[in-house]
Each structure stands twice: as C-alpha cells, then as structure tokens.
C-alpha cells in the first residue's frame, strides 16, 4: 500500500517547484515578464477588496493574504526557512499547524505555476497593447482552469484552519514565546509569516462572511477571465485597474 507523503515531504516538494521555476525564468529571462504579471495581479486584488482595505475588522486580514500570498516579493528566504525546518514543524506542531504550513507551500507553488506561464505568453505579445488585454490574452493562453480552481480551493482552506486555530490560546502564547528563539535560529521571516496569519484572523472574529466574499469575487472573475467575450474581458479587467489604489 502506498502512503500519503508527510507533511514536511509535500512542504518541500511544493518549495523545490517554486525555486526551479525561480531559476529556469531567470535563465530563460523571464524575470521581468513573470514581476509585470505579479504586479498586475497585485493592483487587481487591491481593487477587488479595496473595500476590505479600508475595513478596520477585515483589513488585517485582506492584508496578510494580498502581501504574504499573492504580494510581489522575494519569498525565497522564508520559502528556504520553511523547507529548513519543515521536519520539526510536523513533530512539533499540532497537525493543523503543518497542514497549515503545506497549504501556503501549495498555494505559492500553484501560484508560481500560472505566473511562470502567464509570462511565457505575457512577453511575446506587443507592449503596446493595454494591460488588460496582454493579461487576458495570457490567461486564456495558459488556461488550466482547474488549478485555477484549486488555488482558490487551498486558500479557502487555509483561510478557516487560521480562524480554527486563533482560537487556541495556548497555541498563540506559544507562538509569541517563539519569537526570540526564532529569531536567534534565523526563522524570522517564518515567524512573522505565522504571527501575521494568527494577529489578521483573530482579530477578523467570524471569517465566514469574509471568506465566502473572497470565493464569490475570484470566483466572478475566473469566469470572467474565461467565458467573457476578448474586449468585454478586457474592458472590465482595465475599469478595475483603474480601481486600484495605490500599494502601501
């Protein structure tokens, strides 16, 4: 019979796929193109939840999502402190904890994913075409509607793992007891991943209402970016850029 794999194997398979795609777009000279589609996708999910942004109860958390999931950063120093101590994670953490930890390596695995062929058809295109269409033309052109579907599917999760687990206090005190340690081990970028998740979801309260909002608008859009005529498409992805406001 075969075994699922642990928890700290699909950690670091997911965060070997992010790094070897890191490494073929910059010996393909894709780096630019793969930022450009990130930085789109970044102004899009400003105006998409710029009401969450102004929020006081769900701006923590709109946040945490937009700049540690989705943000247009350099995660490779904490995608190599989780990979580092993936192992201690499951034998030291409660369960949840570690499905926690592989839900963000997936989510950013599978982002990394699209993102990297988004940019393979991103860059041949005209750079005089506005925005919004280079962005549909390369969405349609890599498709894969069902990974688009699983993104979605994953951060839903992680989203009602970090609510269930807030409300373990003893958890949180330990986290925070971590912080010296975890700076001295030179874990800080996992540390502030993981306090950051905990302070956004336990001061949202209930997430439901905010995670269903999430589901019904990427949902919309992932219709949107598939089923909508090429221009009306376009049109709507530009009047929400132009939505965006600017990053803080």
């Avoid at 928890?7 to 930022?35: C, E, F, W």
């Avoid at 919004?132 to 951060?155: E, F, H, K, P, S």
């Avoid at 309260?205 to 219709?223: C, H, K, Q, V, Y």
């Avoid at 090429?230 to 965006?244: H, K, Q, V």
Wanted: net charge positive; with cysteine; proline share 4%.
């Amino acid at each position: 019979m075969t075994q699922n794999p642990s928890a700290a194997n699909r950690i670091r398979t997911h965060l070997a796929r992010v790094s070897d795609l890191r490494q073929q777009a910059r010996t393909a000279g894709l780096d630019r193109a793969v930022n450009e589609v990130k930085r789109l996708q970044a102004r899009r999910f400003r105006a998409t939840y710029a009401d969450f942004l102004e929020h006081p109860v769900h701006a923590p958390a709109t946040r945490f999502f937009l700049e540690e999931l989705y943000g247009v950063h350099d995660f490779a120093r904490r995608d190599a402190q989780f990979a580092r101590i993936a192992g201690a994670l499951e034998r030291l953490f409660p369960e949840a904890v570690a499905q926690l930890a592989v839900d963000l390596a997936e989510t950013h695995a599978l982002t990394e994913v699209l993102d990297h062929h988004m940019a393979t058809h991103w860059l041949p295109q005209d750079a005089t075409l506005s925005p919004a269409l280079r962005y549909t033309r390369a969405w349609r052109l890599t498709g894969d509607r069902d990974a688009r579907a699983r993104q979605l599917t994953v951060v839903q999760h992680m989203g009602r793992e970090l609510q269930r687990l807030t409300r373990m206090k003893p958890l949180r005190l330990a986290l925070r007891m971590m912080r010296n340690p975890a700076r001295a081990a030179g874990l800080d970028a996992l540390q502030h991943f993981l306090e950051s998740g905990f302070d956004a979801f336990a001061s949202l309260g209930d997430a439901r209402n905010f995670l269903d909002t999430i589901s019904a608008r990427e949902s919309r859009w992932i219709s949107t970016l598939f089923d909508e005529g090429e221009a009306a498409c376009s049109a709507a992805l530009s009047a929400e850029l132009a939505r965006a406001p600017e990053a803080r």
